[in-house]
């Protein structure tokens, strides 16, 4: 290396330095925060599997009330992203089908709900613009319903602590409460819990009280009541829900405590493996982008920024060798040196 190239190649790194803490920065301040949105292109199915307890409504229709106990089920959910969505909100619709597997087609059909809400991408929280709406029947209009707590995801960076979470049969929020951490596949989660005591739904049907096998002939109109039980797990850095089960019980009852209750369903689905292994996939996926983008990218950047940076001010201020002009300009050279001695002692001679 010349002396000449010194200064260029330290500016040049100097150069180099200021641009990776540059781009230390930027990702930090521009990239971390458009990861740290629910996607646009969300578009999953999960399914759940159990047994369940369920009211014949083919036998009831028939004059006959029977509940069929061990019933095989599945839980299928299909979640998309529909209009209006944009850089700060997101609308997600999920829809839901429970069907029981020893029934061919529409006879295995138990229920089906649609639920459509509007959330800020960042937080998970419902908008109230556009008000969020919940279909059960294809030939009826969905119904226009108000959502105030979480859905389908939590917040990024979730706390130790309880959050609302919006029921669909309640139509209401009421607090999931944090209860522990622990661990799924290899993945580090928080766990939450939510229980709902006995709620009326605000469903009726009145028949002979031998449909409900009680005595006597007079008609009984009965409440509909519903109550249940939801485990979550939840990878903090994405707010992602990895596995969920939930116990739930929904009855006719004179009260919410009838003895004489006639069950219409009762069930404890949990996901599948094959959905649990996927969603914790795609939760270690995205956390990784989100460390990255937080942590790991800029910290590295910056090092690497600064140790360039560092570099090229030594090269810079490192004090230049004497070239070969300044060595002539000190005093004559070894040769010349010679002849002016030579000369002075042919000089002495003469004289």
Same mark, same amino acid.
């Given at each position: 290396?010349?002396?000449?190239?010194? %200064? #260029?190649?330290? /500016?040049?790194? $100097?150069? =180099?330095?200021?641009?990776?803490?540059?781009?230390?920065? *930027? !990702?930090?301040?521009?990239?971390?925060?458009?990861?740290?949105?629910?996607?646009?292109?969300?578009?999953?199915?999960?399914?759940?599997?159990?047994?369940?307890?369920?009211?014949?409504?083919?036998?009831?229709?028939?004059?006959?009330?029977?509940?069929?106990?061990?019933? %095989? #089920?599945?839980? /299928?959910?299909? $979640?998309? =992203?529909?209009?209006?969505?944009?850089?700060?909100?997101? *609308? !997600?619709?999920?829809?839901?089908?429970?069907?029981?597997?020893?029934?061919?087609?529409?006879?295995?059909?138990?229920?089906?709900?649609?639920?459509?809400?509007?959330?800020?991408?960042?937080?998970?929280?419902?908008?109230?613009?556009?008000?969020?709406?919940?279909?059960?029947?294809?030939?009826?209009?969905?119904?226009?319903?108000?959502?105030?707590?979480?859905?389908?995801?939590?917040?990024?960076?979730?706390?130790?602590?309880?959050?609302?979470?919006?029921?669909?049969?309640?139509?209401?929020?009421?607090?999931?409460?944090?209860?522990?951490?622990?661990?799924?596949?290899?993945?580090?989660?928080?766990?939450?819990?939510?229980?709902?005591?006995?709620?009326?739904?605000?469903?009726?049907?009145?028949?002979?009280?031998?449909?409900?096998?009680?005595?006597?002939?007079?008609?009984?109109?009965?409440?509909?009541?519903?109550?249940?039980?939801?485990?979550?797990?939840?990878?903090?850095?994405?707010?992602?829900?990895?596995?969920?089960?939930?116990?739930?019980?929904?009855?006719?009852?004179?009260?919410?405590?009838?003895?004489?209750?006639?069950?219409?369903?009762?069930?404890?689905?949990?996901?599948?493996?094959?959905?649990?292994?996927?969603?914790?996939?795609?939760?270690?996926?995205?956390?990784?982008?989100?460390?990255?983008?937080?942590?790991?990218?800029?910290?590295?950047?910056?090092?690497?920024?600064?140790?360039?940076?560092?570099?090229?001010?030594?090269?810079?201020?490192?004090?230049?060798?004497?070239?070969?002009?300044?060595?002539?300009?000190?005093?004559?050279?070894?040769?010349?040196?010679?002849?002016?001695?030579?000369?002075?002692?042919?000089?002495?001679?003469?004289?």
């Amino acid at each position: 290396m010349t002396t000449a190239t010194l %200064p #260029i190649k330290g /500016l040049a790194l $100097v150069g =180099v330095g200021a641009f990776l803490a540059a781009s230390s920065a *930027t !990702m930090s301040l521009y990239m971390a925060p458009q990861l740290v949105k629910t996607p646009l292109d969300v578009d999953s199915a999960t399914v759940a599997t159990g047994t369940a307890t369920l009211l014949d409504t083919e036998a009831l229709v028939q004059g006959v009330s029977k509940v069929d106990r061990d019933v %095989p #089920i599945r839980v /299928l959910q299909q $979640v998309t =992203v529909e209009e209006p969505s944009d850089s700060n909100k997101i *609308t !997600m619709q999920s829809a839901v089908l429970l069907q029981r597997d020893d029934r061919p087609g529409e006879r295995g059909t138990v229920n089906a709900t649609v639920d459509r809400f509007t959330a800020d991408r960042r937080t998970a929280m419902p908008m109230d613009d556009p008000i969020g709406s919940i279909q059960k029947y294809d030939d009826q209009p969905a119904d226009e319903v108000t959502h105030d707590g979480l859905s389908l995801k939590f917040p990024f960076d979730v706390e130790k602590r309880s959050y609302p979470y919006f029921d669909t049969t309640t139509r209401r929020s009421q607090d999931v409460q944090f209860d522990g951490e622990t661990n799924i596949n290899g993945l580090d989660v928080y766990r939450f819990v939510q229980d709902i005591a006995p709620f009326d739904t605000g469903g009726k049907l009145s028949l002979p009280a031998s449909y409900w096998g009680i005595d006597g002939d007079e008609e009984i109109l009965m409440h509909r009541f519903y109550k249940a039980r939801r485990e979550l797990l939840v990878e903090p850095t994405t707010g992602a829900i990895v596995f969920g089960k939930q116990a739930v019980h929904q009855y006719y009852g004179r009260t919410a405590n009838d003895p004489s209750a006639v069950t219409i369903v009762e069930m404890s689905p949990e996901l599948d493996a094959a959905t649990v292994d996927e969603q914790v996939q795609r939760a270690v996926e995205s956390k990784r982008l989100i460390d990255w983008a937080e942590t790991y990218g800029p910290v590295l950047l910056g090092l690497a920024g600064l140790s360039a940076f560092a570099l090229g001010v030594g090269v810079c201020c490192r004090p230049r060798p004497p070239g070969p002009s300044s060595l002539n300009s000190d005093g004559p050279a070894p040769g010349d040196r010679g002849d002016d001695m030579q000369q002075q002692a042919t000089e002495r001679t003469l004289s």
